[in-house]
């Protein structure tokens, strides 16, 4: 049985920093890339960060680039995303998502992903 379990979220003020974590169980994501999204109350899910097995392609969405970083350990099979220069806009449960397709560039779509972890609350207050 496959489980992502994330890790690391909590409650922060602008400026500050949150380091999340997703830990995998159940098999590895060799070859996979791995995701993290976000959805903020009365929203859909968006698209956060994305990156390959290997870690030399990642994505970004447009409202966190050069804000967060996102990495890997797959000796831990474990996904990271370290958060920067926080914003309120940045309220939202964070999701780690794991796909089983082989992409040739990151996957950005919802649909693209198989599965995905419970999420943890990050809440940046003004």
């Known amino acids: 049985q496959v489980q992502l379990v994330e890790s690391g979220g909590g409650l922060v003020q602008a400026g500050g920093s949150l380091r999340l974590s997703c830990a995998a169980s159940?098999?590895?994501?060799?070859?996979?890339?791995m995701a993290w999204f976000r959805q903020a109350p009365g929203k859909e899910r968006e698209f956060v960060a994305a990156i390959s097995w290997g870690g030399g392609s990642t994505a970004y969405a447009d409202s966190v680039k050069g804000r967060f970083t996102i990495s890997r350990d797959n000796a831990k099979n474990t996904v990271y995303l370290q958060m920067n220069s926080l914003k309120p806009s940045d309220t939202a449960v964070y999701y780690c998502a794991a796909t089983l397709g082989l992409w040739t560039s990151p996957p950005t779509g919802v649909g693209r992903y198989d599965y995905w972890g419970q999420g943890t609350q990050v809440t940046v207050s003004s």
């Open positions: 159940g098999r590895t994501f060799s070859s996979r890339y």
